[in-house]
């Protein structure tokens, strides 16, 4: 007796073309196209369904198809004065970010994307749908797959539907910048969502009530400007927030989020090795979920 | 008590591994077979280690013995999680309980996992930091616990649960290697084995050291205190409250036995005339806080509220928030035993699923006490009885389950926080289909093909291998 | 283990009003430093449950119910209202009737407390070799004096209980209350030998049959209707529990008339000199009997106020492991939830530390802290003002 909501069309649609045969790669809009390697040649490209399935306001939930993309997400939570802060390319599909995995530049007030997650409907190496988590902003009926599918690369499971905690709009929300120690930046602020630093110039984001916004920007002394700076997308670290004091060196470019540890550069950047029992774990998961390797082949999360 | 004789080569054996710490009394047994839940089990041999090696080698002997094994916190879970089931070792890890390092710059704390979540909580005070999970039973939970189980607290409404600050894990695998989950850094290369691991229940392995993030402390901090003539207002109040856009630090709600009992132990001053109160607080910078209360006042007026107390101090906060964390344990003066559930409906069916654990706390002749996570719909019925009186706990099950049922059929699930672990094993099929739950076990199989760690736990027997120690939950195992 | 057969007698009710919800165990001082099910209530009402239901006990039983210090700060903790103090008693009392629990010469060590004069020799004895550096250090026994002036009473309006050990070896103490009830401007009376001893040690080695002795006699020393005041806690709680012990009308009439020393002076502070300029960082250790069993340790708050600065502890309510003649029996682990206190006294970064009960002031002492009577420091300062 599965007693959680119904299956729409177009995921069974999607289940039967992803079947029980042969290599498949599923395609979102190609913004992240290269993070693990391309997929292999040969394999069979398929969208995963598009659409805002239900969205309650009163619950702060929203259930999409995982081909939608990011815009279409937001203009439907927007209507309701809501957003899910997934801080990307808005052109990115819903399932492609977070097959990917990697979090938005406010994630030091609103934490991973991953944390957003309640619940994942994948279709499995056999085309059969798996349902993990639940429809409700707390839950803990089970094991976490909807994490372990996050930042998978589909290699695990191909994500079809997807449920999502959406967040209020701030009232306010105020860039500044300027000159300054970020880290100091960092120990003046209450939970703010984004200090980026280039090594020479800080940028920092304010939400919230306007007097929270204007009392927190009085204590720095930084200019006000519109936005963000661009974001390098060559390539991309992962360090202990600590580490960032070390990024002296300006040899390239690169733009770090403060408290985060996230560093973007604008060359590729080598990604870090594997523990041997994590790799040994890891393997263990792919000969399981996806015994014959046919879920997005030549997409790699353990380098052999 | 049928003495159990102990397997004396691997007793032998982990006493050549931790001394006396190596423990087969027939009465200290006992006191290991039993956590916070009504469930009951017996362990063949408890260790107390102290450090990860002594883990590893408690693990290796297990193997060599085939003996399964069980890790255990402070022993307050409400799920049977730590109940020692198909005679295993129970290996307490409450002797681990240092805290390693307090590393600022990284925001984060390396603790052992027997440290309890208040002593971290109440040692970063001082640093202007805390631990965002807190549980009701914070003061004596363990975070190895939390993490086991994913907890939550009334909190998480607004911070998130476990699973969303701890960064790492250094964990003995079923299989005795040592290995860390996650790291300090904010995208740790490969599968997001951290976030499988917590709220595995034990049944990937044994944390022995853990990373938790740091919270700022809030600036500011307002506690109220609303009442209601009427529960349905109450509830509603609720819902409205978050329809308005504000996602308070908390909002937790007692029905009126609730209030009664509390009031009965900490003299808060909670209203005994009321049919319900909410507790809400609001934290943050000062602007964000006074326009919240503001929304709330006006909601709370929009239904009906009684009075509005605000706390006017720490010690009055500290006070309101005595009464809510005591709750379950206070049931104990009007029955002497309670069953705790653990459910979760979307916040817009609070009123009808209440009303319904109301008729069927009547259709089964028992007492309900309702004192819950309202915010995220995460309800917690206590079902009081006497376990002395003659076919009260079939009843007492009998209710459970239609709890969990209608919680289910308004579209909630099994379990907010408190854990699968062996009391909703067997209710796993009602909110996942057969397919699902084998590819769980599938995903559990990874970390422990053999099933040693926590056998029978999580998922019901038969989905696929986690029967290996046997069919069913022993009959003894129901007290 | 060999079992023997036990009937230890305890309220059905009482060992079902446990719910095994652990909320104790963080205020259980053996189970923080052992982190052991067996060491905390919770481990301790199971044990006892098992022991009813089979009726069987081994050494390993009595071994866990010994290792209680008994400051039941598990009863204020618990939601539930369960009543551990009483069924440790119970179970106590069961096992020195029933069992070796209790050896002889412990027996006798408990009896001498009720005798003055043996207690007053052995006292001098003690006193001769400590100036002789005759005895083991590892005692860590207190400066015993050799002689004692008497006390000396000044009025009728309250009596002052002097008690076994605190009067042989801590006089002063007495002196220094009775000089600030006198500032109060209450005449202080004291009774004679036949309140030699509460019998507080004796109820929890489960001694109660001797502890019942000893009420009585103590009843008869306290004639009239004046306040009996009380500078030990543990002795308080004790007569204040003479009513439930005897369950006599004259008991119960008695116990109303005891009250914790500071109980008395909260109504009295205004006769007291005024405060010095700059007020002293005192750290409060609440003993536990006035703490957890009288539930009156606002009272010492309240008067010390008036004269220091009070620091509350960050483990506040946690006993300090003296629990009377635990500090002896179990020399390791007093020492152990002495060491965990230290640091919490350590962190406060206070001048002194205040106690109101001579066992937590001996073993704290005994572990190097400068600690002393609430009222000895207020004393010191309203004299100094004066």
């Avoid at chain 2, 006493?15 to 006992?30: K, N």
């Avoid at chain 2, 129970?90 to 990284?106: F, G, P, Q, R, Y």
């Avoid at chain 2, 009321?274 to 709330?296: F, H, K």
Wanted: charged share 20%.
């Amino acid at each position: 007796m599965n007693t959680q909501h119904s299956v729409e069309e177009p995921i069974l649609k999607y289940a039967a073309d992803i079947g029980s045969l042969g290599p498949v790669t599923i395609v979102g809009s190609r913004t992240q196209w290269d993070v693990g390697g391309l997929p292999s040649p040969g394999s069979r490209e398929i969208r995963a369904p598009a659409g805002v399935w239900s969205h309650q306001p009163e619950e702060m939930t929203v259930r999409c198809g995982a081909g939608t993309s990011i815009r279409e997400l937001n203009e439907e939570c927007s209507r309701f004065g809501q957003m899910v802060p997934f801080d990307l390319n808005p052109e990115a599909t819903v399932g492609g970010a977070l097959a990917v995995g990697r979090s938005g530049f406010r994630r030091l007030r609103y934490g991973h994307i991953r944390d957003l997650v309640l619940q994942i409907r994948h279709v499995d190496h056999s085309g059969l749908l798996v349902t993990s988590g639940g429809p409700t902003v707390k839950n803990v009926s089970g094991y976490d797959l909807c994490r372990l599918l996050v930042g998978s690369l589909g290699k695990l499971g191909c994500i079809a539907e997807v449920t999502l905690r959406c967040l209020p709009i701030p009232e306010t929300t105020l860039w500044l910048t300027g000159t300054g120690d970020p880290f100091e930046i960092y120990n003046e602020l209450y939970r703010p969502p984004s200090i980026l630093w280039d090594g020479d110039q800080v940028w920092v984001g304010l939400e919230g009530v306007k007097s929270d916004v204007e009392s927190q920007a009085a204590l720095l002394k930084l200019d006000q400007t519109d936005s963000p700076p661009p974001f390098p997308e060559g390539g991309r670290r992962s360090l202990e927030p600590k580490a960032l004091r070390g990024l002296v060196e300006r040899s390239e470019g690169w733009l770090a989020e403060i408290g985060v540890g996230v560093v973007h550069y604008t060359t590729p950047q080598v990604p870090e090795p594997l523990s041997d029992p994590n790799k040994r774990l890891m393997s263990e998961l792919e000969c399981r979920l996806d015994p014959r390797g046919r879920l997005n082949p030549g997409r790699q999360l353990v380098a052999t | 008590m049928v003495p159990v004789s102990p397997d004396k080569p691997l007793l032998d054996e982990l006493r050549s591994i931790i001394g006396d710490r190596a423990r087969a009394g027939d009465f200290e047994l006992g006191l290991y077979g039993k956590d916070g839940s009504v469930l009951e089990g017996r362990p063949s041999i408890v260790c107390l280690p102290v450090s990860t090696e002594e883990v590893q080698q408690i693990v290796g002997a297990c193997r060599r013995h085939e003996r399964p094994f069980i890790a255990r916190g402070s022993g307050t879970g409400l799920a049977g999680g730590a109940v020692p089931v198909g005679d295993p070792v129970v290996i307490a890890t409450a002797k681990m309980n240092k805290i390693i390092e307090v590393d600022l710059d990284n925001r984060v704390a390396w603790v052992e996992p027997g440290v309890l979540n208040l002593d971290l909580t109440t040692q970063l005070k001082p640093l202007g930091f805390h631990f965002a999970p807190d549980p009701s039973s914070q003061q004596v939970c363990s975070i190895g616990g939390n993490v086991a189980t994913n907890s939550g607290g009334p909190h998480c409404l607004a911070y998130g649960v476990t699973s969303s600050h701890v960064a790492a894990i250094e964990v003995v695998l079923p299989d005795g290697t040592v290995t860390l989950l996650g790291d300090l850094t904010p995208e740790p290369a490969g599968y997001d084995l951290r976030g499988l691991f917590i709220g595995s229940e034990g049944t990937m392995g044994i944390a022995t050291k853990i990373a938790v993030r740091l919270t700022q402390n809030p600036p500011e901090v307002r506690t109220l205190l609303l009442d209601f003539s009427d529960v349905r207002d109450g509830a509603a109040a609720v819902s409205a409250i978050i329809a308005e856009g504000l996602i308070p630090a908390a909002l937790e709600m007692m029905d009126h036995r609730a209030i009664e009992v509390v009031e009965a132990f900490v003299n808060a001053g909670y209203p005994t005339e009321a049919d319900a109160v909410l507790l809400v607080e609001l934290d943050g910078l000062a602007g964000g806080v006074a326009s919240g209360v503001e929304i709330v006042r006006r909601v709370a007026d929009a239904h009906r509220v009684g009075n509005v107390r605000v706390a006017a101090d720490d010690a009055e906060r500290a006070l309101l928030w005595k009464g809510r964390k005591n709750a379950f344990g206070a049931v104990a003066r009007i029955k002497p035993d309670y069953y705790l559930h653990d459910t979760v409906v979307p916040r817009g069916k609070l009123v009808e699923v209440l009303e319904k654990v109301y008729r069927i706390a009547d259709e089964y002749d028992l007492i309900a006490i309702n004192v819950f996570h309202a915010g995220d719909g995460n309800l917690h019925p206590i079902l009081a009885y006497d376990a002395r009186e003659p076919g009260v706990l079939e009843r007492v099950h009998a209710a459970g389950k239609a709890i969990i049922t209608a919680s289910i059929e308004a579209g909630g699930v099994l379990s907010g926080e408190h854990g699968i672990g062996l009391e909703k094993r067997d209710y796993m099929g009602m909110l996942f289909s057969e397919h699902d739950m084998t590819t769980q076990d599938l995903v559990r199989e990874a970390f422990d093909p053999d099933g040693f760690a926590n056998p029978l736990k999580v998922l019901p027997s038969g989905s696929r291998c986690s029967d290996s120690f046997g069919q069913h939950v022993p009959e003894g195992a129901w007290v | 283990m060999k079992k023997v057969a036990v009937k230890l007698g305890i309220d059905s009710e009482d060992l079902a009003s446990c719910v095994a919800c652990g909320l104790c165990l963080p205020h259980c001082p053996t189970y923080r430093v052992t982190q052991e099910e067996s060491a905390s209530p919770r481990g301790r009402i199971a044990l006892m449950r098992q022991a009813e239901t089979t009726g069987l006990i081994d050494q390993e039983f009595v071994e866990f119910m010994d290792a209680c210090v008994q400051c039941r700060g598990c009863e204020t903790a618990c939601p539930a209202g369960v009543p551990f103090g009483s069924m440790m008693e119970t179970t106590r009392e069961a096992l020195a009737e029933q069992t070796r629990y209790q050896p002889l010469w412990r027996r006798w060590g408990y009896r001498i407390l009720g005798c003055p004069k043996i207690l007053t020799l052995g006292s001098k004895v003690l006193a001769v070799l400590q100036k002789l550096n005759l005895l083991p250090s590892k005692l860590a026994l207190p400066k015993i004096p050799l002689l004692q002036g008497r006390l000396v009473p000044s009025g009728r309006d309250v009596w002052l209980f002097t008690g076994c050990v605190m009067d042989a070896w801590m006089r002063d103490t007495h002196r220094a209350v009775q000089r600030v009830i006198e500032a109060a401007g209450a005449g202080v009376r004291f009774p004679d030998k036949q309140a030699a001893c509460c019998g507080a040690l004796h109820v929890h080695a489960g001694l109660g049959h001797e502890a019942r002795r000893l009420a009585e006699r103590t009843m008869e020393a306290f004639p009239g209707q004046a306040p009996i005041l009380v500078d030990s806690a543990g002795c308080g709680a004790q007569l204040k529990e003479y009513g439930r012990l005897l369950d006599s009308a004259a008991a119960h009439e008695f116990s109303q008339r005891v009250l914790d020393v500071h109980e008395w002076l909260v109504n009295h502070l205004d006769a007291l000199p005024p405060a010095h300029a700059d007020a002293p960082r005192i750290a409060i250790q609440d003993p536990c009997h006035l703490r957890h069993v009288q539930q009156s340790h606002d009272p010492v708050r309240v008067v010390l106020a008036r004269y220091v600065e009070p620091v509350i502890l960050d483990d506040e309510g946690l006993c300090c492991g003296a629990g009377g003649a635990y500090s002896m029996l179990h020399a390791d682990t007093a020492a152990a939830v002495r060491e965990r206190k230290i640091g919490s006294i350590e962190r406060a970064q206070v001048q002194e530390v205040v106690s109101a009960n001579p066992g937590c002031l001996l073993h704290l002492r005994a572990g190097g802290v400068t600690v002393r009577h609430p009222l000895e420091i207020v004393d010191d300062l309203m004299r100094k003002d004066t």
